[in-house]
Structures are given as C-alpha cells and as structure tokens.
T-cell receptor, first 114, second 112 residues
Framework: NAGVTQTPKFQVLKTGQSMTLQCAQD?????MSWYRQDPGMGLRLIHY???????DQGEVPNGYNVSRSTTEDFPLRLLSAAPSQTSVYFC?????????????FGEGSRLTVL | LAKTTQPISMDSYEGQEVNITCSHN???????ITWYQQFPSQGPRFIIQ???TKVTNEVASLFIPADRKSSTLSLPRVSLSDTAVYYC?????????????FGTGTRLTVIP
C-alpha cells in the first residue's frame, strides 16, 4: 500500500497564479483533510471531507478550494496564490468510524509563492 | 475544541527516559488523547492513544490521571533517532470533523 500520496513535493508559484495540490489515498478511508504548517505554528486545518461529495471548512480556509468526487482523491486548489500561502501542506486521511481515528499523513508539499 | 499546552522544547541524553506532559483542562467526556511524532520534512506519525489510566505499546507509554486534565507521554531509553517534534491532541472518539488542534508541539532533542 502506498498510503497517502501527495504531489508535487515542491512548487514555486508567482503571486496570482493558481494551482492544485493532489492527494490520493489507497486505504479506503472515509475522512480526508488538508493542513498547512508554518514555522513555529504547528499544523492548522484548511479543509476536510467526511466522504465523497462532502467537504467543510477548517480553521484557515480562505484562498483555498477543495472537492471530493471520489473516496480516493482530495485535491486542494489555490485560486490566486499569495505570498502568505507559502507553507508546507500536508494531506491526511483516517478511517472515520470507531477504532483509534489515527490520522495517516502524506510526505508534504512545499509551496513557495513569490 | 479542546486545546492543549505542552512545553516548547526539551533536551535529553541518549539512553534516558523522557516524559513529556500535556495539559488539556477542557477535555470532554468523549475525547481521547493522542500523540503524534514528526520528523523534519515528514508528515506526523501516530504514536499512541488513550482514554484513561495507562496505555503501553512497543514505542511509548501514555499516563492519564483520573481527572484526565493532563497526560504524560513516556519514551523509554531515547536514542538520537527520537529527536523530533511531539504533538499532543485531544479529540472525540471518532474524529468525525477532524477538528483536532495540533498546537506547536514539543521539540525533543536527544543529545549523544
């Protein structure tokens, strides 16, 4: 099993450009989420999904869009990139029903906006 | 959304036992306590989870007092490879909304 796969690992954008960070999981997990991690600030939740077709906002959703058309994929779209969106982005999934609720994270995508 | 308080950093020598305490005064009845470990340039990784008393696995132990307002992650005989950031999270049993507050974590540095 690959677990949670994020692409790209690195990306440089210019202010105003748009792009999509891809996230795929092969564990048949219901729940998926996107976090951003900035120096000294831990991880903050951007958007999350509790199943295909269902998404909701987290703590810092502005400037980002998500959709969940399949169980496996949960892309994060930056509509018009800003320097404040320079960060490391992590996608996570979990089973979402009983059990430990353990989150499985991808390796991260490092985004720089110039 | 129960928030947590942890020390920002800790240093320890190799071979020692390390205890990291987390405060979570607003923990709810249905909340579990979970600890994650994060190495540089990697996503966090689950270490251990508990509800009350003591839980032990092959990596760590988790001690939770009766009032559940704090918890202590215990790492036995740490090695250099245990240098990482450790996050304490508090959330409901099934993490339905993924509303978990990671905070800044505790940066553990293991010294040779």
């Amino acid at each position: 099993n690959a677990g949670v796969t994020q692409t790209p690992k690195f990306q440089v954008l210019k202010t105003g450009q748009s792009m999509t960070l891809q996230c795929a999981q092969d564990m048949n997990h219901e729940y998926m989420s996107w976090y951003r991690q900035d120096p000294g600030m831990g991880l903050r939740l951007i958007h999350y999904s509790v199943g295909a077709g269902i998404t909701d906002q987290g703590e810092v959703p502005n400037g980002y869009n998500v959709s969940r058309s399949t169980t496996e994929d949960f892309p994060l779209r930056l509509l018009s990139a800003a320097p404040s969106q320079t960060s490391v982005y992590f996608c996570a999934s979990n089973r979402g029903g009983g059990d430990t609720g353990e989150l499985f994270f991808g390796e991260g995508s490092r985004l720089t906006v110039l | 959304l129960a928030k947590t308080t942890q020390p920002i950093s800790m240093d320890s020598y190799e071979g020692q036992e390390v205890n990291i305490t987390c405060s979570h005064n607003n923990i709810a009845t249905n909340d579990y306590i979970t600890w994650y470990q994060q190495f540089p340039s990697q996503g966090p990784r689950f270490i251990i989870q508990g509800y009350k008393t003591k839980v032990t696995n092959e990596v760590a132990s988790l001690f939770i007092p009766a009032d559940r307002k704090s918890s202590t992650l215990s790492l036995p005989r740490v090695s250099l490879s245990d240098t990482a950031v450790y996050y304490c999270l508090v959330g409901d049993e099934r993490y339905r909304a993924n509303n978990l507050f990671f905070g800044t974590g505790t940066r553990l540095t293991v010294i040779p």
